[in-house]
C-alpha cells in the first residue's frame, strides 16, 4: 500500500512489504522510473525481508514542484525514509541512478547502512559530452519533445534481445513516461549532470559491497562495474547475463536470487 512522506524536497511516495521484524531492504529505483519497477524482487524477497520502496521525488508519485534536485536532495529523503520507518540501519540496493544516490548515501551516512548493491551503475561523474547530451535532452523536453524522449529512452534501457519477445515493456514504459511531469524529468537529469565522481571514495568504502552488471547493458557497460570492483576493498562482482540496464526487469529471478543470497550471507 502506498504511504506518503513529507520532506524538504517532496511529499514521497513509498511502501513497505513483509514483516517488520525481518532485515530491511531498502531499494532505489534508476531514472526515468519508479518503484514499480521492483515489482518481481518485491514477490520474490519479502517472505525472507522487510522491502521499502519508494518513488524518487519528481518521479511516480512522489512530487517536485521547484525543479531543483540533486543526489544528495535524493539522499536527504532517504535519510527521512528511514527516521521515519525508524530503520536504524538497513541493506541498500540502488540501480543506476539509484546507484549513483546510494554510493552518495554511503558515502554521507555509513552507519546507516549495512550492505550496499550497486547494480547497473557507475562511479564516474558525467564528461563534458554526457552534461551536453543531458542539457539537449532538457531543453528538448521543455520545447515540446516529450514523446521523442518518452520513446528514445524507452527503447534504450532495455536489451535489443528482450524487446523482440518482451515488446509490452517498452511499451509501458513510453506511456509511464509520458505520464511524468517534466519538471520531475529535467530536475533528475540535472541531479544527474550535477553529480560528483565518486572514485576516490571507492577505496574508503567499509561495507560489503555487491557489484552487478548486465552482459548486454549498453547505458552503463559491464567494464563499469568492473572498475568499481577493483577499487572497492570488499567488493564482488555478478555479471548477469543475457541483461540489459534493467537487470532485475529482464531477469528478475536471478537477479532476485542473487540479492537473496547476497543479503543473507
Ligand atoms: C538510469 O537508468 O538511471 C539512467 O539511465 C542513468 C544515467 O542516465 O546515467
Redo the contacts with the bound molecule.
Sequence with gaps: MDQYLQTDNSRLCFSSFGETNQETILFIH??PLSKETWEEQVKFLSPYFRIVTYDLCGLGNSSNETGFVTIDSHVADLIAILDFLKLKKVNLIG????GYIALRAINLFPERFKSVILSNTRADADSNEVKEKRFAQIAALTSGGHADFAQGTSMA?FSEDFRKTNFDKPLNLKKYILSQSKIGLCGNIMA?ASRQDANSFLAKINLPVLVITGDNDN??PNKEGLKMKTLIPEAQIYQIKEAG?LSNIEQPVVFSKKVKEFFES
Excluded: K, T
Design positions: 534508476g531514472f540501480l543506476s541512478m539509484g534501457l544527474m547505458v552503463i540496464h
